[in-house]
């Protein structure tokens, strides 16, 4: 059965520090990881996906790295801000008899304060 | 391009009372996927469908929770008999295929709140 665990479950740093969220995982049959953000309240926004093939995927100011035979899979945070302040969570997504699903880490809450 | 639509956004049934939660997927996606949110717990995997079709329901309870993806329409997530412990946020996502190349979009979730 595949877990996904993140660390730290909770994080918090002053504005324009660089920061590292971890995600691991046991089952290294995967086809994706998928890591999204999640405001207060709100549903899920998805920042970055890493298909089993790829090493890392880059936007703006965040970058998701994936090493599948390890199961891990980091995302960096360069220069964070406010704005950053939210639930990540990561997800992979599994092989399944029935078809595909998303198996959810529970999160790392960050604050960034100023 | 509407993104994943779902409503309504808050709902609040009395204990044994119907939930009815509505989910339209993105558009041109025809793989719907709903996931619950317990309070202070992680987003668990309920039930995937496709057109007319449940694909994998293997993480809904046996009882009083149903899913559908009609040919026209929504896809719905009813619970009958609701319980304090269906009190819970509720999500849909989209996809337009499946494998690696799938990236999920989700919606903004239905609060479910049974009092």
């Known amino acids: 059965k595949q877990e996904v665990t993140q660390i730290p479950a909770a994080l918090s740093v002053p504005e324009g520090e660089n920061l590292v969220l971890n995600c691991s995982f046991t089952?290294?049959?995967?086809?994706?990881l998928q890591w999204f953000r999640q405001d207060p309240g709100k549903g899920l926004t998805s920042l970055l996906l890493i298909q089993s093939s790829q090493r890392e995927q880059t936007s703006g100011r965040l970058n998701a790295s994936l090493d599948k035979s390890s199961g891990r899979s980091t995302l960096y945070i360069a220069a964070s801000q406010p704005g950053d302040s939210a639930t990540y969570l990561c997800?992979?997504?599994?092989?399944?008899?029935?078809?595909?699903?998303?198996?959810f880490g529970t999160g790392t809450q960050l604050k960034v304060e100023l | 391009n509407a993104g994943v639509m779902q409503n309504p956004r808050h709902l609040v049934r009395r204990r044994g009372q119907e939930a009815r939660l509505r989910c339209s997927p993105m558009k041109g996606h025809s793989h719907v996927y709903w996931y619950r949110q317990l309070p202070e717990e992680g987003l668990k995997f309920m039930v995937y469908l496709q057109k007319e079709n449940i694909i994998d329901e293997s993480g809904m309870p046996k009882e009083r929770f149903s899913a559908e993806f009609p040919k026209e329409g929504p896809s719905i997530l009813r619970i009958q008999q609701v319980v304090r412990g269906d009190s819970a946020a509720y999500f849909c996502?989209?996809?337009?295929?499946?494998?690696?190349?799938?990236?999920?979009?989700f919606g903004s979730g239905t609060r479910l709140t049974v009092v």
């Open positions: 996502a989209s996809s337009l295929g499946t494998g690696e190349y799938g990236s999920y979009t």
């Open positions: 997800a992979v997504k599994v092989l399944t008899g029935g078809g595909n699903k998303l198996t």
């Open positions: 089952d290294s049959a995967i086809y994706n």
